[in-house]
């Protein structure tokens, strides 16, 4: 078995942190973003069992790790490094086998191109910063999208969304007018 690294990076929200590892953990992504979702996922419902960590988030070879406001990060980043390490190399389940998601795009032609832009543009820089966007609708020239992971709560997210995603979409997918991001 080759040896398991795991690199810390910080994101733009500074309750978040992710976790990188030399493995690829899942094929898209699972936002857990409370104790109670997290019950399906073995690998989230430990990291909820310190009392510290608020939210869980997985894609590719990553999990990003909320923390709670009143901890710092140099106090508790070290242990959640060894922690993920060693839940890697134990393959603890990221999510049960039954849930693979192909990408599917439903909708109207104008709903499939915006989610297609948003699958192959806007998802990779995203994840990038540890977070995830998901296409909820299209009505009256406004898209509806859900921000997760260190997305969710960030402080730059709402830049985000109207310079960067809403600018790429009003350009690739003319019907489009506005960008909204839905509350979790």
């Not at 419902?45 to 310190?50: A, G, I, M, S, V």
């Not at 998802?123 to 020239?141: M, T």
């Amino acid at each position: 078995m080759a040896t398991i690294n795991v690199y810390t990076e910080l994101t733009p929200n500074p309750a978040t942190m992710k976790f990188l590892v030399n493995k690829l953990l899942i094929n898209g992504s699972l936002d857990y973003p409370n104790k109670e979702k997290a019950q399906e996922s073995d690998f989230a419902r430990e990291l909820f069992k310190f009392n510290f960590v608020t939210g869980v988030f997985f894609a590719s070879n990553f999990v990003t790790i909320t923390k709670a406001d009143e901890v710092e990060w140099s106090d508790i980043e070290g242990l959640l490094k060894d922690f993920v390490k060693g839940a890697v190399e134990s393959e603890l389940a990221v999510k049960p086998i039954a849930h693979d998601e192909d990408v599917q795009f439903e909708g109207t032609e104008t709903e499939i191109k915006i989610q297609q832009v948003l699958h192959d543009y806007v998802r990779p820089a995203v994840e990038q910063d540890g977070g995830a966007i998901a296409y909820k609708s299209f009505e009256n020239g406004t898209v509806t999208v859900e921000l997760r992971g260190s997305c969710s709560g960030c402080p730059s997210s709402t830049i985000t969304l109207k310079a960067g995603i809403e600018g790429l979409l009003k350009r690739m997918v003319p019907e489009v007018e506005e960008v909204v991001a839905e509350a979790m």
